[in-house]
Protein backbone atom coordinates (compact mmCIF):
# COMPACT_ATOMS: atom_id res chain seq x y z
CA UNK A 1 0.00 0.00 0.00
CA UNK A 2 1.90 3.17 -0.92
CA UNK A 3 -0.21 5.68 0.90
CA UNK A 4 -1.78 3.27 4.02
CA UNK A 5 -4.01 6.50 5.03
CA UNK A 6 -6.33 6.65 1.75
CA UNK A 7 -6.60 2.56 2.12
CA UNK A 8 -7.80 2.91 5.62
CA UNK A 9 -10.30 5.61 4.15
CA UNK A 10 -13.72 4.48 4.09
CA UNK A 11 -14.85 4.42 0.30
CA UNK A 12 -11.22 3.51 -1.19
CA UNK A 13 -10.82 0.39 -3.08
CA UNK A 14 -8.49 -0.29 -5.36
CA UNK A 15 -10.63 -3.44 -7.20
CA UNK A 16 -13.95 -1.98 -7.54
CA UNK A 17 -15.20 -3.06 -3.60
CA UNK A 18 -17.19 -0.91 -0.97
CA UNK A 19 -13.31 -0.17 0.72
CA UNK A 20 -14.46 -0.23 4.41
CA UNK A 21 -12.95 -3.65 5.59
CA UNK A 22 -9.90 -2.05 6.84
CA UNK A 23 -11.39 1.04 7.90
CA UNK A 24 -13.75 -0.96 10.17
CA UNK A 25 -11.51 -3.51 11.43
CA UNK A 26 -9.29 -0.39 12.50
CA UNK A 27 -11.65 1.68 14.32
CA UNK A 28 -13.10 -2.47 16.15
CA UNK A 29 -9.98 -2.93 17.52
CA UNK A 30 -8.29 -2.43 20.83
CA UNK A 31 -4.94 -1.98 19.33
CA UNK A 32 -3.71 -1.66 15.45
CA UNK A 33 -0.80 -1.22 13.56
CA UNK A 34 0.03 -1.90 9.56
CA UNK A 35 3.89 -2.40 8.14
CA UNK A 36 3.70 -1.91 4.14
CA UNK A 37 6.50 -1.22 1.73
CA UNK A 38 5.90 -1.19 -2.41
CA UNK A 39 8.88 -4.08 -2.44
CA UNK A 40 7.71 -5.94 1.24
CA UNK A 41 4.80 -6.24 1.00
CA UNK A 42 2.13 -5.51 3.34
CA UNK A 43 1.42 -6.44 6.68
CA UNK A 44 -1.28 -5.97 9.54
CA UNK A 45 -2.10 -6.78 13.19
CA UNK A 46 -5.07 -6.16 15.03
CA UNK A 47 -6.11 -6.98 18.65
CA UNK A 48 -9.67 -7.15 20.02
CA UNK A 49 -10.07 -6.05 23.92
CA UNK A 50 -8.37 -5.40 26.52
CA UNK A 51 -6.66 -2.08 27.28
CA UNK A 52 -5.68 0.48 24.33
CA UNK A 53 -1.59 0.38 24.52
CA UNK A 54 1.20 -0.47 22.04
CA UNK A 55 1.61 -4.13 22.53
CA UNK A 56 4.61 -5.43 24.42
CA UNK A 57 4.44 -9.03 23.65
CA UNK A 58 3.50 -11.34 20.75
CA UNK A 59 3.34 -14.98 20.56
CA UNK A 60 3.27 -17.06 17.14
CA UNK A 61 2.66 -20.76 16.69
CA UNK A 62 2.24 -22.91 13.25
CA UNK A 63 1.98 -26.39 12.59
CA UNK A 64 4.05 -28.24 10.17
CA UNK A 65 2.51 -27.75 6.15
CA UNK A 66 -0.53 -30.17 6.06
CA UNK A 67 -0.62 -31.41 9.77
CA UNK A 68 -3.36 -30.29 12.70
CA UNK A 69 -1.33 -30.30 15.40
CA UNK A 70 2.36 -28.45 16.45
CA UNK A 71 4.95 -29.84 18.77
CA UNK A 72 6.20 -26.36 19.23
CA UNK A 73 4.85 -24.11 22.33
CA UNK A 74 4.87 -20.75 23.52
CA UNK A 75 3.93 -19.63 26.60
CA UNK A 76 4.60 -16.26 28.45
CA UNK A 77 4.12 -15.16 32.27
CA UNK A 78 3.88 -11.65 33.52
CA UNK A 79 5.35 -11.99 37.35
CA UNK A 80 5.72 -8.98 39.88
CA UNK A 81 9.54 -8.86 38.94
CA UNK A 82 9.71 -9.74 35.24
CA UNK A 83 8.09 -11.22 31.88
CA UNK A 84 9.27 -14.33 31.24
CA UNK A 85 8.52 -16.38 27.90
CA UNK A 86 9.33 -19.89 26.84
CA UNK A 87 9.47 -20.88 23.57
CA UNK A 88 9.54 -25.64 23.40
CA UNK A 89 9.79 -27.69 20.48
CA UNK A 90 9.23 -31.26 20.93
CA UNK A 91 11.16 -33.39 19.18
CA UNK A 92 9.70 -34.40 15.64
CA UNK A 93 5.73 -33.46 14.97
CA UNK A 94 2.67 -35.08 15.71
CA UNK A 95 1.05 -36.14 19.00
CA UNK A 96 4.07 -37.35 20.86
CA UNK A 97 6.01 -33.79 19.74
CA UNK A 98 2.78 -31.78 20.94
CA UNK A 99 2.64 -34.18 24.03
CA UNK A 100 6.39 -33.18 24.65
CA UNK A 101 5.36 -29.61 24.15
CA UNK A 102 2.49 -29.06 26.49
CA UNK A 103 4.97 -31.14 29.43
CA UNK A 104 7.03 -28.41 29.40
CA UNK A 105 4.83 -25.82 29.34
CA UNK A 106 3.52 -26.86 31.86
CA UNK A 107 6.28 -27.56 34.29
CA UNK A 108 7.44 -23.56 32.91
CA UNK A 109 3.90 -22.09 34.35
CA UNK A 110 4.06 -23.89 37.59
CA UNK A 111 6.49 -21.70 38.81
CA UNK A 112 7.84 -18.76 35.89
CA UNK A 113 9.40 -16.58 38.46
CA UNK A 114 12.32 -19.20 39.29
CA UNK A 115 15.44 -18.45 38.23
CA UNK A 116 16.28 -19.67 34.59
CA UNK A 117 18.35 -22.57 35.27
CA UNK A 118 16.12 -23.56 37.99
CA UNK A 119 13.20 -23.73 35.43
CA UNK A 120 15.20 -25.29 32.53
CA UNK A 121 15.95 -28.19 35.79
CA UNK A 122 12.26 -28.50 35.96
CA UNK A 123 11.47 -28.70 32.35
CA UNK A 124 14.03 -31.57 31.87
CA UNK A 125 12.96 -33.50 34.50
CA UNK A 126 8.93 -32.82 33.31
CA UNK A 127 10.53 -34.40 29.99
CA UNK A 128 11.98 -37.38 31.04
CA UNK A 129 10.13 -40.44 29.52
CA UNK A 130 8.53 -38.66 26.47
CA UNK A 131 9.94 -38.19 23.07
CA UNK A 132 11.97 -34.60 24.74
CA UNK A 133 12.64 -31.30 23.46
CA UNK A 134 14.36 -28.06 23.12
CA UNK A 135 13.54 -24.50 24.77
CA UNK A 136 14.63 -21.45 25.25
CA UNK A 137 13.61 -18.90 28.30
CA UNK A 138 13.96 -15.45 28.10
CA UNK A 139 13.24 -13.15 31.49
CA UNK A 140 12.83 -9.51 31.53
CA UNK A 141 12.97 -8.15 34.89
CA UNK A 142 10.75 -5.02 35.50
CA UNK A 143 13.82 -2.69 35.86
CA UNK A 144 14.75 -3.06 32.58
CA UNK A 145 18.49 -2.70 32.34
CA UNK A 146 19.29 -6.29 31.32
CA UNK A 147 17.40 -9.37 29.44
CA UNK A 148 18.76 -13.11 30.35
CA UNK A 149 18.40 -15.93 27.71
CA UNK A 150 18.92 -19.70 28.46
CA UNK A 151 18.15 -22.33 25.95
CA UNK A 152 18.69 -25.78 25.19
CA UNK A 153 18.64 -27.34 21.76
CA UNK A 154 18.12 -26.07 18.51
CA UNK A 155 16.47 -23.11 19.18
CA UNK A 156 17.47 -19.14 18.94
CA UNK A 157 16.83 -15.95 19.70
CA UNK A 158 18.39 -12.49 19.76
CA UNK A 159 18.21 -8.74 21.23
CA UNK A 160 16.81 -6.13 18.52
CA UNK A 161 17.84 -2.59 19.95
CA UNK A 162 17.38 0.33 17.74
CA UNK A 163 20.15 0.95 14.79
CA UNK A 164 22.87 -1.54 16.93
CA UNK A 165 23.64 -4.63 15.41
CA UNK A 166 21.40 -7.47 16.93
CA UNK A 167 22.76 -9.29 19.67
CA UNK A 168 22.51 -13.13 19.13
CA UNK A 169 21.13 -15.23 21.67
CA UNK A 170 23.13 -19.10 21.56
CA UNK A 171 21.67 -21.75 23.47
CA UNK A 172 23.79 -25.12 24.72
CA UNK A 173 23.33 -28.39 22.85
CA UNK A 174 21.69 -31.19 24.20
CA UNK A 175 17.87 -32.37 24.67
CA UNK A 176 15.68 -31.77 27.48
CA UNK A 177 14.63 -35.18 28.73
CA UNK A 178 17.73 -36.79 28.06
CA UNK A 179 20.67 -35.32 27.95
CA UNK A 180 21.21 -31.63 29.07
CA UNK A 181 24.11 -29.61 30.26
CA UNK A 182 24.31 -27.50 33.07
CA UNK A 183 22.36 -24.51 32.19
CA UNK A 184 24.06 -21.50 31.44
CA UNK A 185 22.34 -18.24 31.25
CA UNK A 186 23.29 -15.43 29.14
CA UNK A 187 22.84 -11.87 30.53
CA UNK A 188 22.79 -8.93 27.79
CA UNK A 189 22.13 -5.22 28.16
CA UNK A 190 18.53 -4.42 27.27
CA UNK A 191 18.65 -0.94 26.19
CA UNK A 192 14.96 0.71 26.60
CA UNK A 193 12.20 0.10 23.92
CA UNK A 194 14.48 -3.05 22.67
CA UNK A 195 13.33 -6.01 21.66
CA UNK A 196 13.87 -9.84 22.53
CA UNK A 197 12.77 -12.45 20.06
CA UNK A 198 13.44 -16.13 20.72
CA UNK A 199 12.49 -18.90 18.09
CA UNK A 200 12.62 -22.78 17.44
CA UNK A 201 14.07 -24.12 14.21
CA UNK A 202 10.88 -23.77 12.60
CA UNK A 203 11.69 -20.31 11.70
CA UNK A 204 15.15 -19.87 9.88
CA UNK A 205 18.00 -17.88 11.57
CA UNK A 206 18.50 -16.38 8.26
CA UNK A 207 16.80 -13.20 9.43
CA UNK A 208 19.16 -11.72 11.19
CA UNK A 209 21.10 -11.30 8.17
CA UNK A 210 18.56 -11.00 5.85
CA UNK A 211 15.98 -8.56 7.40
CA UNK A 212 17.88 -5.62 7.48
CA UNK A 213 17.15 -2.09 9.63
CA UNK A 214 13.18 -2.58 8.29
CA UNK A 215 12.30 -5.20 10.35
CA UNK A 216 14.06 -4.71 13.43
CA UNK A 217 11.54 -1.48 14.90
CA UNK A 218 8.74 -3.23 14.04
CA UNK A 219 5.78 -3.82 16.80
CA UNK A 220 5.63 -7.63 18.23
CA UNK A 221 2.93 -8.88 16.64
CA UNK A 222 4.19 -7.49 13.50
CA UNK A 223 7.87 -8.68 14.07
CA UNK A 224 6.68 -12.11 14.49
CA UNK A 225 4.20 -11.92 11.83
CA UNK A 226 6.95 -11.02 9.29
CA UNK A 227 9.61 -13.48 10.60
CA UNK A 228 7.03 -16.30 9.47
CA UNK A 229 5.62 -14.99 6.07
CA UNK A 230 9.31 -14.25 5.08
CA UNK A 231 11.49 -17.10 7.02
CA UNK A 232 9.71 -20.07 7.80
CA UNK A 233 10.47 -23.68 7.50
CA UNK A 234 7.02 -25.06 5.78
CA UNK A 235 7.96 -28.49 6.90
CA UNK A 236 8.31 -27.90 10.53
CA UNK A 237 6.25 -26.28 12.80
CA UNK A 238 7.46 -23.06 13.91
CA UNK A 239 6.54 -20.81 17.22
CA UNK A 240 8.53 -17.24 18.07
CA UNK A 241 8.06 -14.99 20.67
CA UNK A 242 8.71 -10.87 20.94
CA UNK A 243 8.88 -9.23 24.22
CA UNK A 244 9.46 -5.36 23.86
CA UNK A 245 11.47 -3.74 26.82
CA UNK A 246 9.79 -0.65 28.92
CA UNK A 247 10.80 2.59 28.36
CA UNK A 248 11.89 4.66 30.90
Do not use: K
Amino acid sequence: MDDVGLCLTDGYSSTGTLGSGLGAVRRLATTFGVFSHPRRGTAIFARFGGAPSPPRTATLRLPALGHDGSGDVVALAETDRATVALVADGLGRGGDAEHAGRRAERAFLAEPDAPLPVLMHAIHAALRHSRGAAAALIRLPRSGAEAEFCGVGNVAGAVLAGDAPPVTLAPQPGTLGLRMPEPRVQTVPLPPGATVVAHSDGISQSWLRAAGEWLFPQAPPLLVGLLARDHRRLRDDASAVAVRGRRP
